[in-house]
C-alpha cells in the first residue's frame, strides 16, 4: 500500500542561527513497506526521527531525496492537489496532543465535517449523519457534537481525533504519541480503542510510542530507529528476545517486561548529534559490539524471512539480557 524507498530527510538545525549552515539529518535511507491491514510500531529514543518518518507516511514531510509511493503513485511527483486528494482522503494522523491538535474555537461537529467539506463527501444532510457515525465509533454520546474541544476531556478530546482521522474512511491511520499527553488511567482506553477500530475497520496502523512494551503488543511489527535510521524491522513476536540488533537489545532491556526482570545493558560512550551522525554504523559509538568495520560501513539490510536489521554485529537471537551483559564486561 505504501511504500518508501531510500528516504532522507535533512532539516536546517533550528539552533545554528540565521547563518548556520548546520544540517539535521532527521531521517536517512529509510525504506519501508505498510500493508494493508498490518500494525507497524516505532520506537527508539528521543530525536531519533519517529516523527519525521510519521509526517513523511502521511504526506505531510517532503523527502529531501528518495521515494514515497502509495499504492503505486509517487506521492511527490504528483500535483500538489492531486496528492492531497490522494493521500488525505486515504491516510489519517492522529497527534500526540489533542489539545493543539484541534482547532479549539471550533464545536466538534465542524472539526469532523471539515475533512468531509474540503474533499466534498456526500450531500449537507448525509455530513451530518456521518459525523454522528463517527462520534458513535469513537464512543462519544451524540450531544458532543455541539461541544467546544476545550469543554472536554484529554480522553474525549483524542476521540474526537481519532474521529476526524477516520472521517474519510481512510486505509491507513498514523499514530504518533497519540497517548503520551493523556492521563495514564485513559490511556488504555484510547489504545483499546485504537486496536477495536483497527479490526473492525480492517485498517493498517502505524504506531509511535515511547511505551515500547506497549508496542510490542499492538504491533505485528517492530521498526527500531536510531539516530534517524531504521536499524532493524522484526515480527512483534521475536521481540525482544529475537531481536539481533543490539540496540533494540539495549532499549527493551531497560524497560520493564511482564515476565522478564529488568537488567538494562547499560550502554556507554558518547551519544551522537543529528547534525553529525558518526560514520558508518550511527550506533557504534555506544554499542559494545562495534569495530573498525562498524565505523567504516553502513551495514546492509541482512534479512531472515520476514525479519530485517542492519548491522554488522548481530547477537545471537534469543540471547538473554544477562548473556550480553556479561558479554559486554
Ligand atoms: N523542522 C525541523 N527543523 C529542524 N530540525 C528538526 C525539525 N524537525 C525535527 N528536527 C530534528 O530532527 C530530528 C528528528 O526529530 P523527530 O521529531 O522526528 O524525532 P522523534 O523521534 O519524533 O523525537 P521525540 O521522541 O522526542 O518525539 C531531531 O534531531 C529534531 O531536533
Ligand atoms: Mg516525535
Excluded at 9 to 21: N, Q, T
Excluded at 47 to 69: H, N
Aim: hydrophobic share 40%.
Amino acid at each position: 500500500m505504501l511504500e518508501l524507498k531510500d528516504v532522507h530527510v535533512v532539516h536546517k538545525a533550528r539552533s545554528g542561527g540565521l547563518f548556520s549552515r548546520d544540517r539535521v539529518h532527521a531521517l536517512t535511507a529509510a525504506d519501508l513497506t505498510v500493508s494493508p491491514g498490518e500494525t507497524v510500531g516505532v520506537v527508539g529514543e528521543s530525536g531519533c526521527g519517529k516523527s519525521t518518518l510519521a509526517r513523511v507516511l502521511v504526506g505531510l514531510q517532503r523527502p529531501t531525496q528518495g521515494s514515497v509511493t502509495f499504492r503505486g503513485k509517487d506521492l511527490w511527483a504528483l500535483k500538489e492537489g492531486e496528492r492531497r486528494a490522494l493521500i488525505g482522503s486515504s491516510v489519517g494522523m492522529i497527534f500526540q496532543d489533542p489539545s493543539t491538535a484541534l482547532n479549539r474555537r471550533l464545536p466538534v461537529r465542524q472539526v469532523l465535517r471539515d475533512p468531509l467539506n474540503v474533499h466534498r463527501r456526500g450531500t449537507p444532510a448525509q455530513r451530518d449523519a456521518r459525523v454522528r457515525e463517527l462520534l458513535d465509533l469513537v464512543g462519544l454520546p451524540a450531544g458532543a457534537a455541539d461541544a467546544l474541544p476545550s469543554q472536554l476531556s484529554g480522553g474525549q478530546r483524542q476521540r474526537v481525533a481519532v474521529a476526524r482521522a477516520l472521517a474519510l474512511e481512510p486505509d491507513l491511520v498514523v499514530a504518533d504519541e497519540p497517548t503520551s499527553a493523556l492521563d495514564v488511567s485513559v490511556r488504555a482506553q484510547i489504545l483499546n480503542l485504537l486496536l477495536d477500530l483497527k479490526e473492525r475497520l480492517g485498517l493498517a496502523l502505524v504506531f509511535v510510542s515511547h511505551d515500547i512494551q506497549t508496542v510490542r503488543r499492538m504491533s505485528d511489527r517492530v521498526v527500531t530507529m536510531y539516530l534517524g535510521r531504521i536499524v532493524e524491522q522484526a515480527p512483534a513476536r521475536a521481540v525482544p528476545l529475537g531481536a539481533r540488533h543490539p540496540y533494540t537489545r539495549a532499549l527493551f532491556s531497560a524497560t520493564p517486561g511482564l515476565i522478564s526482570p529488568i537488567n538494562p545493558i547499560p550502554l556507554v560512550g558518547v551519544v551522537p548529534s543529528a547534525t553529525r551522525p558518526p560514520s558508518g554504523c550511527p550506533f557504534r559509538t555506544r554499542c559494545w559490539r562495534a569495530d573498525h568495520l562498524c565505523a567504516e560501513d553502513w551495514p546492509a539490510a541482512q534479512t531472515e524471512g520476514d525479519h530485517l536489521f542492519h548491522c554488522h554485529h548481530p547477537v545471537a537471537a534469543g540471547a538473554t539480557d544477562v548473556e550480553l551483559i556479561q558479554e559486554r564486561a
